[in-house]
């Protein structure tokens, strides 16, 4: 028998109705249907319905003539064990939580197991609406909501820039006294950032900044600050030489992990990136309360760690 594959992708029309999910992609995929199960439940099977395409969880899900069967299975992201993350405060409609690194924002086409979404649902048993993002390596609050109306009213909130994020990040090299504002585009599309130094260790030429974006594009922060020359510690993607990797930087992948991931698995014994989204605060949409959200200090090393002004 041949050994099941580390990795598959299947597509698979349905000719009739009432077969099995599980059956059919096991046949197909060559792998256990226990493996497939899990991969359902792992948020890597998806089905098309009336040309509408969705994840799909339930085993014993009906099957109808027409629908089609998606399978995107990658062993080593379905091995993957999430780190837990902790709640920081329940408001009913929405919550809000410290994501650990390592832990995922949003899934991708292979899985959603190692969301915070997902882990939420799965462990509080609660429907649960990304409002925004936080890279994986980074750690800090991120705010989920749980009825589709809250997602979208806070969702507004965050497009019309009233919700203040508030992050920490420990650079390599004298960030200036005084405070910056970093404007450069990212992929073309405007993107503003302003920075304050809290303080600067000689011994180690490293500053505690403080960051509070206007925009929210993909990696601005980190981007930001590479491109002034003062890259975050930790940073394998844009940080210094020492962070950095012999891999490829590109984020155009064929594969099913992110650059990040890769790099991260070419030399996983190096800091850990030094960003942490420290503080939330905003106008709450549906009793008008004004709300403020902090990482505890048992979980602000880049706060705690003493250094030398």
């Known amino acids: 028998m041949d050994p099941a594959p580390a990795q598959c992708e299947q597509h698979l029309p349905v000719s009739d109705e009432g077969q099995s999910p599980i059956s059919l992609l096991a046949t197909a ?6 493996k497939v199960k899990r991969a359902m439940q792992n948020g890597a099977v998806w089905l098309t319905h009336n040309g509408n395409t969705r994840r799909l969880r339930r085993a014993k899900h009906p099957l109808q003539s027409g629908d089609e069967l998606h399978l995107y299975y990658d062993l080593a992201i379905q091995s993957t064990v999430p780190p837990v993350p902790l709640m920081i405060a329940d408001e009913g409609n929405y919550s809000v939580w410290y994501k650990p690194r390592g832990m995922y924002s949003q899934g991708t086409k292979w899985g959603d197991h190692c969301t915070v979404g997902r882990w939420v649902e799965r462990h509080l048993e609660r429907s649960t609406f990304t409002v925004h993002r936080l890279d994986r390596a980074a750690s800090g609050l991120i705010l989920l909501a749980h009825k589709k109306s809250t997602a979208a009213k806070l969702s507004a909130l965050f497009a019309e820039r009233k919700i203040r994020k508030h992050y920490r990040a420990r650079v390599r090299g004298q960030f200036p006294a005084e405070p910056q504002l970093f404007d450069q585009a ?3 599309r405007k993107a503003r950032s302003h920075a304050q130094r809290i303080n600067y ?3 180690q030429n490293c500053s505690l900044i403080e960051i509070d974006i206007e ?3 993909k990696h601005q922060i980190r981007r930001h600050l590479s491109s002034a020359g003062y890259p975050i510690i930790g ?6 030489t020492s962070d950095r990797t ?3 930087t590109t984020d155009n992948l064929s594969d099913s992990r ?4 890769r790099l991260e698995e070419f030399e996983p014994k190096k800091e850990d990136l030094q960003l942490l989204a420290y503080q939330l605060s905003f106008i709450d949409p549906v009793n008008k309360t004004e709300q403020f959200f902090l990482v505890p200090e048992n979980l602000q090393p880049l706060l705690t760690t003493p250094v030398t002004n």
């Open 29 to 34: 995929s060559g792998l256990s249907k226990q």
């Open 201 to 203: 260790d000689a011994a």
């Open 246 to 248: 012999k891999a490829s």
């Open 215 to 217: 925009t929210g594009r």
């Open 258 to 261: 992110t650059e990040e991931n």
């Open 235 to 240: 940073d394998r993607l844009y940080g210094s």
């Open 186 to 188: 990212i992929d073309g």
